[in-house]
C-alpha cells in the first residue's frame, strides 16, 4: 500500500516528521527517537530535505534506516528551490533506488536573507511542477501508477485568513491536477481551520486527502519561537493555559492535553489521520499519540 492508499483507508493513520540529523550527537539522538517512535506503530514517516539539497545524503540515510531497521514506510520531502531539474531528477532516482514510492512535493522557502536571490535558471518554480517531474521521473523507470504516491502542502492557518482562501485553493488544486494524491498541512492549532479548508476544497473540486499536521506546545518559549518560524499565531486560549502553569512539567502536559484534544476533533470530523510533528524528540509525540488514541 502507497500512502495515498493508507489514508483512504477506513482508520485513522499516526505518522510523524524527522529531520535529518546535522551532526553525529543529533544523529545518535535520532536513531534513539526514531526507536522509540517506532514503538507507536505509525503507519509512515516524513523525512524533510534541507533547502538547496543540503541534506541530500543524510535524508537518505534517515530513509533507509526506517525501512530497514523499523520498517516504517518513508515518505520523502523534495524541493524545488535553488537546485536544477538534474539534480532534482538525481535525488528523485536516489531515493527510488532507496525503495522509496511516497514523496512529499515542495517549493521550499528562498535562502533567508538573501534579498537579491533567483530561482536556478533550469530548475522548478513551484510545487505543482514538482510534482508532474516527480511523475515523469518515476514512469520513465518502468513504475506503474498505484505503485506511488504523491503528497503535497495545505495550510489551514492561511485559509482562515478571507485575503488567502480562493488563492490557496487554486494552488492545490493546481497540485491535484499535477498528479498530487495527498496533502498534509502546516500546523494549525484549531480544529475549525481545517474543517472549513477541507469543506472549501471539496466544493471547489478537490478530492484528494487533507492529513492534519499538529505539534504539541510545552512552553510559551516554545509557543513563540514556533509562530515566528510558521508565521501561525498560537490562540490566545493556549497561551494562557500554558502560561498559567508553575512549573515546566505541569505547563507541557497543558500541552499535549491541548494537541490530543485537537487531534481527536479532527479525527471526528473526518481527518483520515494525525501526523504529528516531532522535532526529532519522541517523549511529547508518543504521549501525545497515546492521549489521542491513536498509538498501537
Known sequence: MTIRDLLRAPAPTLSFELFPPRDDHAQEALWETMARLAEARPDFASITYGAS???????????RRLADAHTIRPLAHLTCVDQSRDEITAVIEEFLAEGVRDFLALRGDPPVGQPDWRPHPDGLLYAHQLV??????VGARGIAEGEYSIGVAAFPAAHAEERWRQQGLDVLLAKQDAGAEF???QVFYEAA???VLAADALAAGITIPI?????PLLSTGRAARLEQLT?????ESVLRALAAEDD?????????????A??????????????VYTFNRHEAALDLAAAAGLAR
Not at 508532474?132 to 521521473?137: D, E, G, L, N, S
Not at 508565521?231 to 490562540?235: K, T
Open 53 to 63: 539539497g543540503t541534506t541530500r545524503r543524510s535524508s537518505r540515510e534517515v530513509v
Open 132 to 137: 508532474a517531474h516527480i511523475r515523469h521521473v
Open 183 to 185: 496533502a498534509v498541512t
Open 193 to 195: 481551520h481545517w474543517e
Open 211 to 215: 492529513l492534519p499536521g499538529i505539534i
Open 231 to 235: 508565521g501561525v499565531s498560537v490562540p
Open 248 to 260: 515546566a512539567g505541569a505547563a507541557r502536559a497543558a500541552g499535549i492535553t491541548h494537541a490530543a
Open 262 to 275: 485537537l487531534a481527536r476533533d479532527l479525527v471526528s470530523a473526518g481527518a483520515p489521520g494525525i501526523h
